[in-house]
């Protein structure tokens, strides 16, 4: 596939097999995008190229505009770029740059557009990258490669906001007592490399037998800190609304809670109705919806494709069909919810 779960082979603890780069929910994904002849569409989340081959080939002339932030992503779809003739363009920049990258590149309005969120298993399975404890590496999680690394977060941040990051993204109940752990640690010496942190992380963390590495959930938040990917989330989904034409589709595969829960809800807000008024009331003023939902709820992976692909198993896919309404400034809320809480608002159960 292209993207893993956050407990995918715990944090990538496991073999690699040839399920690896299967696109997860393939089919579903191009039921709801449903590609038409001639049609522009955009892919945010390149990764190996296998959604974008199968768009390429769904229906006749085609054209793709697909964006990876990883240069290394970039650089290995060059023969598919030159197999499409034309049809295929590939730029390095975040999914969150798209209604940019899809004005420079002359594809507004588009078709559709689809997101495949989280990490794929091409970085995970090297080990310089610092994704996975699979393999002993630099700390170090930048899918672009370049800014602040994970090495740097966990050595200079305060406890306090390691915490929050540990509990808020990764969903840690011990994340005080983890962060304080680091803290702890780096007074000693700098913590540089993914064994050293997995290792840290399970002297204080239980895992259950059988379950996720009890490092699981702290790489998980690290890596969603270090590369903003909620907040790259939340400005995608504004940005596929502002460059989609009436009739475009928008969908997007997430692999876990915090993903799937603003997608969800900027979905549900673009996609409500306004209230009737009545005699006691007057008609409230609100803004039209601008989105019309593909189907109500999310759609997983069958039991046949989580035999055959293990990793597809956290997968949801949510689709929706824009409509001819003006496209609206971005909901507060939403981005609110793609950051960490304000201290007042938070409460962390005692590590």
Request: no cysteine.
């Amino acid at each position: 596939m292209k993207r893993r779960s956050r407990h995918e082979d715990d944090a990538a603890g496991s073999t690699v097999d040839a399920a690896a780069h299967v696109p997860v929910l393939l089919a579903e994904v191009l039921e709801a995008l449903a590609p038409k002849a001639s049609g522009r569409y955009l892919d945010g989340t390149f990764g190996a190229g296998g959604y974008a081959r199968a768009i390429l080939d769904a229906a006749p002339d085609v054209t793709l505009l697909a964006l990876d932030r990883d240069p290394t992503a970039i650089a290995g779809g060059a023969d598919l770029v030159a197999a499409m003739a034309g049809r295929l363009t590939l730029a390095q920049a975040r999914f969150g740059e798209l209604a940019e990258e899809a004005e420079r590149f002359g594809m507004v309005p588009l078709d559709g557009v689809v997101l495949d969120i989280g990490v794929s298993s091409m970085q995970i399975d090297q080990a310089q990258r610092g994704f996975s404890f699979r393999f002993d590496g630099p700390l170090d999680m930048r899918m672009s490669g370049a800014g602040q690394s994970a090495a740097d977060l966990v050595n200079e941040a305060e406890e306090g906001l390691l915490a929050d990051i540990f509990y808020h993204y990764g969903e840690e109940r011990r994340s005080r007592a983890v962060a304080r752990a680091i803290v702890e640690a780096r007074r000693k010496a700098p913590l540089t490399t993914t064994k050293q942190l997995a290792d840290l992380v399970a002297s204080i963390v239980w895992a259950e037998p059988g379950g996720p590495h009890a490092a699981t959930r702290v790489f998980q938040a690290l890596r969603i800190a270090v590369n903003d990917e909620l907040g790259e989330l939340v400005s995608a989904l504004h940005a596929a609304e502002a460059v989609l034409a009436p009739g475009g589709r928008l969908v997007v595969v997430t692999f876990h809670s915090l993903e799937d829960r603003i997608v969800k809800q900027f979905l549900a807000e673009r996609s409500g109705r306004a209230p009737a008024g009545s005699r006691h009331a007057p008609v409230v003023d609100v803004a039209r919806p601008t989105f019309s939902l593909v189907s109500r709820g999310p759609v997983a992976p069958s039991e046949a494709e989580m035999r055959i692909n293990p990793r597809a198993r956290s997968a949801k896919l949510r689709a929706a069909e824009r409509n001819a309404a003006p496209a609206r400034e971005p909901e507060p809320d939403l981005v609110a919810l793609a950051g960490i809480p304000e201290p007042q608002t938070r409460r962390r159960p005692r590590a």
